[in-house]
């Protein structure tokens, strides 16, 4: 199970942390990330982190957001700095099984101007 938190509302220009805490795996032993999805469009991905801890990320974050792992706590994070409107999205993180995709539940970000 994927429980991902730390969504809110926040003025452009602040920062917020998602976290995806993962049950019933572990994190180092996945290839994770987050997508996020704005009303009326795709699911697009954010950023990614393999097993071995290379990173990914989608050109309109670059330089803002910072995905990172915390084995200890099983836990996944998205660091999101200079955060504008058009980050407001539900934000989903992933974990890649041998089986599939497994997802969590969405956590809302709203940037205000």
């Known amino acids: 199970q994927l429980q991902a938190s730390g969504g809110g509302l926040v003025q452009a220009g602040g920062s917020l942390r998602l976290s995806c805490t993962v049950s019933?795996?572990?994190?180092?032993?996945?290839?994770m990330g987050w997508y996020r999805q704005a009303p009326g469009q795709e699911r697009d991905l954010v950023a990614t982190i393999t097993r071995v801890g290379n990173t990914n990320y989608a050109d309109s974050v670059k330089g803002r957001f910072t995905i990172s792992r915390d084995n200890a706590k099983n836990t996944v994070y998205l660091q999101m700095n200079s955060l504008k409107p058009e980050d407001t999205a539900v934000y989903f993180c992933?974990?890649?099984?041998?089986?599939?995709?497994?997802w969590g539940q969405g956590t809302q970000v709203t940037v205000s101007s």
């Open positions: 019933g795996s572990t994190v180092s032993r996945n290839d």
């Open positions: 992933y974990s890649d099984r041998f089986w599939g995709r497994k």
